[in-house]
């Protein structure tokens, strides 16, 4: 049986060296891996005020406690560094092969620092740590990259973290890509990757994985597979993956972002519908790493245009958010984005901006390269694509994103930019779900729903709310007295699935709560955890982030949304007229996290409760910009 | 006489064979008498595929939604509420992320 290992693997690239440490067993109990883990040991090892694409910033990868054991949907791993989009902290999650095979190598964290003279890229085969000259990569895509490496180490029995163009050219909405499709591509992580001219982490782990008592643990497995089985949720996510939330949110609750968030609500949509997908597209399903969902597609949208995916998020950047309803030119794009190695969130929305920007007389079409720059046009989405990637032409103003381009463009241009802290915002309007809004503002990773995925408050009974958090209106979707109470309590919650490498889709299920996590975790673990352990480490997570951001020099100011969702009310559908009352949102939420309200900085007396006492050194310096 | 919008989703339009239909209503209905006539016009499939249940937050929680004019309706307010002319009700399966 294999034996539970986790190291810290730390590689120096502009030597070489690596050495491995192991994980102490303080650590895992406060943080225990994947996102936790990581946020702890960026507090810990990026110096303050270090330049995001700068040799002092580390770059992360972390495979939660769970990933890669026997758990279901355990997939899950963590990238994580100072981002160069938001300036605070930067991480982005992904699914797929990679986290599992680090697990397999007995590695649970790399920390990779310093800068390399040349492009080279990291094979770890199990304790053999080697840096390979990347050259002749550099500059291709993901698949050509993929299949070059494969083909130099003579084997398809590895598993390959790439950048492509986007992030050696430093696009902070670059992605970083395994799988060939899955991405951690949120925060500019594969810009960070870029800078230090480090094309690939390529892993072959043979080590297999631990489990403490396996009667115990595959009769509980078996359990979770019954229970998921006949639940419709499960049944339809396994057809239809994330795009059939596409009917929910446009036609039910009207806040899918069309034109840049200027109409979140279209009547007529089937042409982007997950039925036209399957019908059309998909040829057979997907799944991660020891998943009983599989609610990827391999697809095509035409002879060079084989490809997994189409999530929800791409769907809806790449497309009505630039005005397009057309799946074949959405799917396009999105091999297009996984190809390039680019965020299809960060990169829809920057074209949709600059598409507003053009309508309102902004930006020429001369300015653009001679692009037709009207909504929806397929092949001008094609072709800012690619020179967001190479930055060429208009694309280098736009591989910084909206905010920033906005910067550039001038005046009126700021406004358009619908950003949090730098980040792009997803493709669900807030102002028809207010606890998301509240979500995007305060997420310490910039706009980001994932962080809360506040579903309850259009998902719970009344009833339920009032016993959670202290009032039915938080399960009313308009309201706003609750979200604060809400957002919080679904941020300790969530986080423990990025911390265990869990997947979204699974701990939807009673497997959110620490109770139910507490009987899984001793099934692959020798550690134990109560189920208050637990949400103490959920809230720990949290308050160590938001600790980061504060020394890094963001503010309470910081923790807003764009002018378009504060003051214009949505126009047409189910959300019709709805804008978003943050204000009396956000003093409930510092209220319920024990943060001060004028500030939004955390209180020592919190932090003392949390055992975050040598990170609460700087406390008295924060919060001033 | 007045008239109701009605919006299905996902199962439930396969089965109604429609995205969407006019209901005409000779008062202010229940949700629930609303579901009755739909089951009544649509078959036996369309109330299981209403009444099919799903796990949320740990608790047994419907799978399909009621939103009345873009608010969600609790199972404990189905009776009680009455849909006038002119209401757009959908039901929206529980599917949830991003």
């Not at chain 1, 009769?219 to 396994?238: G, N, T, V």
Request: aromatic share 8%; net charge neutral; with cysteine.
């Amino acid at each position: 049986m294999a034996r539970f290992e986790r190291n810290i693997l730390y590689i120096d690239l502009p030597s070489g060296d690596s050495s491995t440490e192991e994980l102490s067993p303080s650590l895992i109990t406060r943080f225990l891996g994947g996102r936790g883990l990581n946020s702890k040991l960026l507090f810990d090892h990026c110096p303050a005020g270090a330049d995001p694409l700068g040799p002092d910033n580390p770059l992360i990868i972390g495979a939660g406690l769970l990933t890669g054991t026997a758990v279901p949907a355990s997939s899950r791993f963590t990238v994580s560094a100072k981002s160069p989009l938001t300036g605070g902290l930067g991480d982005a999650n992904s699914g797929g092969f990679f986290g599992p095979e680090m697990r397999f190598a007995g590695i649970q964290h790399l920390v990779i620092r310093g800068q390399a003279e040349r492009p080279v890229y990291l094979l770890i085969e199990d304790e053999q740590v080697t840096l390979r000259d990347a050259g002749s990569l550099w500059g291709q895509t993901v698949r050509e990259s993929d299949t070059a490496i494969k083909r130099e180490l003579g084997t398809d029995e590895v598993q390959i973290l790439l950048i492509g163009p986007a992030g050696e050219n430093l696009s902070p909405i670059a992605g970083v890509i395994n799988n060939l499709s899955r991405a951690a591509a949120r925060g500019g992580v594969a810009a960070v990757m870029g800078s230090k001219k480090l094309k690939a982490i390529v892993i072959r782990g043979t080590k297999g994985s631990f489990v403490s008592d396996k009667d115990k643990a595959f009769s509980l497995f078996k359990e979770i597979r019954e229970s998921l089985a006949p639940d419709p949720w499960f049944q339809m996510f396994s057809k239809t993956g994330t795009p059939g939330l596409m009917e929910n949110y446009n036609n039910g609750l009207g806040v899918m972002p069309i034109r840049n968030f200027q109409e979140s609500y279209r009547k007529e949509s089937s042409s982007i519908s997950s039925k036209e997908f399957l019908r059309l597209f998909s040829k057979k399903r997907k799944g991660c790493y020891h998943c009983p969902i599989q609610c990827s597609h391999f697809y095509s949208a035409g002879a060079d245009w084989n490809e997994e995916g189409i999530e929800y998020e791409s769907l809806g950047a790449l497309g009505p958010r630039c005005g397009s309803f057309d799946l074949a030119v959405i799917l396009k794009a999105n091999a297009v984005c996984n190809r390039l190695g680019l965020d299809t969130i960060g990169a829809g929305d920057a074209i949709g901006f600059l598409m507003e920007c053009h309508q309102r007389g902004l930006v020429s079409r001369q300015d653009a390269d001679g692009l037709d720059l009207s909504w929806g046009n397929g092949e001008t989405i094609l072709a800012l694509l690619h020179k967001i990637a190479y930055r060429e032409g208009i694309g280098d103003l736009l591989a910084e994103g909206s905010y920033k381009a906005s910067k550039k463009i001038g005046p009126g241009a700021e406004k358009l930019a619908m950003h949090v802290k730098g980040q792009a915002i997803i493709a669900t309007d807030p102002r028809g779900l207010k606890a998301w809004g509240l979500g995007y503002a305060v997420s310490s990773r910039g706009a980001c729903h994932l962080r809360a995925l506040p579903v309850a408050e259009y998902s719970a009974s009344p009833e339920v709310a009032k016993k959670l958090w202290g009032t039915e209106s938080a399960a009313d979707r308009f309201a706003v007295q609750g979200k604060g109470r809400l957002v919080k309590w679904c941020e300790d919650l969530r986080v423990l699935s990025d911390a265990l490498g869990l997947c979204r889709f699974f701990t939807r299920t009673t497997f959110l709560f620490p109770e139910q996590l507490a009987r899984l975790i001793p099934c692959v673990s020798p550690i134990e955890f109560t189920p208050d352990q637990l949400s103490r480490i959920g809230e720990r997570i949290n308050n160590i982030e938001r600790l980061f951001n504060l020394r890094e020099g963001l503010t309470r100011s910081d923790d807003t949304l764009p002018e378009r969702f504060l003051s214009e009310p949505i126009p047409e559908g189910p959300s019709r007229g709805q804008t978003v009352d943050l204000e009396s949102m956000l003093n409930e939420y510092y209220e319920a996290r024990g943060w001060d309200t004028e500030t939004g900085i955390p209180s020592p007396q919190k932090l003392r409760e949390l055992g975050l006492v040598e990170e609460m050194s700087g406390l008295k310096q924060y919060g001033k910009g | 006489m007045g008239k109701v919008s009605l919006l299905y989703s996902h199962r439930l339009k396969e089965i109604a064979g429609k995205a969407e239909e006019v209901l005409d209503i000779t008062a202010p209905s229940s949700v629930t008498s609303i579901i009755e006539r739909l089951v009544e016009q649509h078959g036996p499939s369309f109330g299981r595929e209403l009444n099919l249940r799903s796990s949320e937050l740990g608790q047994d929680s419907p799978f399909y939604l009621v939103f009345v004019d873009g608010q969600k309706i609790p199972e404990s307010k189905k009776d009680a509420l009455l849909i006038r002319d002119g209401s757009n009700v959908s039901f929206l399966p529980l599917i949830s992320g991003g």
